[in-house]
């Protein structure tokens, strides 16, 4: 049944009117020909090497999806200029990490006989409760999960004990405040915080591979060639950074990325003793959730957002996902992989992570149960706002939906 648009959550996303001001003013300067803020190779690595004052990059491959990235967002996702500025500052980010990763890398060789035993890795279609799941398995002391400020910025290692709170704390609660601003209705389909568990995929955004890239802008020529990457290096740099993020910081990690479902064959054989969590809830639901989220996180980037066309994206992405996932699942049995119910998870949440703990082998004890309620109670799922969308608000009809899913 459609609602009313007013109902919609994508309707209370207004930006700020500075916003719109300086995006008509970047339109005049490129009609004048004056490109702020420019998204070319040669640039980003120049600034990068200058932030971090290095040079050595390690491995370059990771440059095929630089390159590939930087076309598709400068002649498919119509960037305004927010959008620009944005992504230029963020790119120039994960360069400045990907130098520093390799430096402490090269300094410590060490880091790399970090062991990663029986990771917990939660995965499904996106919107199925993966980011619900982990923050209630992270309740549990064993677990060591990735902060988003530490994903925003991993080097130096952090430290599990360290005397005084790290600094990079506070520059990824400005990152959440710019969000919050630029998009107010972002909290409401997904809660950021600095220190909130967060998912893997941000990592693999130092190798230039993860679909993360496709929320924020249209980029289809991006996307068509990331699915043609095995992506098990990508794995491998990856399972280097966890390495490096656990020197100092050592336990069972938790882990989660919906994207997992597309490269399964990578994911177990860069983790082959990984348990693995995948999520299940209706297409339907699922569809016109993501669609939400997206257009939210776009409207960052362009002022020029289709509603229909992202649904029509959105279909065909998570149906060339779901279908991936289905058919590894069906050709490698030895796989240990625990469903999970979406519906099951969010009415009985207890019962559900005792299944998970039982179906690993894996104890879950009073105490922890105990603060897992607490969780529950202190963090109801409209705490930040009722998330409201339809698929017919992103020219969706369940019987396509249902087509694509069997």
Known sequence: MAQHASQFTVNDNQRPRWMHWLNWGGRRLQKLGIQVAPLNEASLLAAAQKQSQLNDWGDESFRIGLQTLLTALNEEADLSLVGRLFLRSDLVRLLTNRLKIQETLKRHPEILDTPI??????????????????????????????????????????????????????????????????????????????????????????????????????????????????????????????????????????????????????????????????????????????????????????????????????????????????????????????????SELTQSPIETVQAIYKFFGDQLDQVTEQRMKQWLKANPQSKHGIHRYSLEQFGLTETEVKQQFP
């Not at 994207?259 to 983790?271: C, G, R």
């Not at 999520?279 to 996180?297: E, W």
């Open 117 to 342: 035993h029986r990771p917990l890795i939660i995965m499904g279609l996106p919107r199925t409760g993966t980011t619900f799941l982990q923050r209630l398995l992270a309740q549990d002391p064993q677990f060591r999960w990735l902060r988003l400020w530490e994903l925003l910025d991993p080097c130096p290692p952090p430290e599990q004990d360290a005397p005084k709170p790290d600094p990079r704390i506070q520059s990824a609660q400005k990152i959440t405040q710019q969000y919050e601003t630029l998009a107010p209705a972002f909290n409401t389909t997904h809660f950021i915080g600095a220190q909130q568990p967060e998912e893997g995929n941000i990592l693999f955004e130092h190798a230039f591979a993860t679909p993360l890239f496709e929320l924020r802008a249209h980029v289809p020529s991006y996307r068509a060639w990331l699915r043609t990457q095995e992506m098990v290096s990508e794995y491998q740099y990856y399972r280097q950074q966890l390495q490096l993020l656990s020197w100092h910081w050592p336990g069972r990690w938790l882990l989660k990325a919906p994207s997992h479902i597309w490269w399964l064959d990578a994911l177990t054989q860069v983790f082959p003793d990984a348990c693995i969590i995948q999520t299940h809830r209706d297409p339907c639901t699922v569809l016109p959730s993501i669609c939400s989220l997206a257009t939210i996180a776009r409207s960052i980037y362009t002022d020029q957002v289709d509603l229909h066309g992202i649904g029509q994206y959105w279909l065909e992405h998570l149906t060339a996902g779901y279908k991936r996932g289905r058919l590894f699942r069906k050709e490698v049995s030895t796989a240990s992989i625990c469903d999970v119910q979406y």
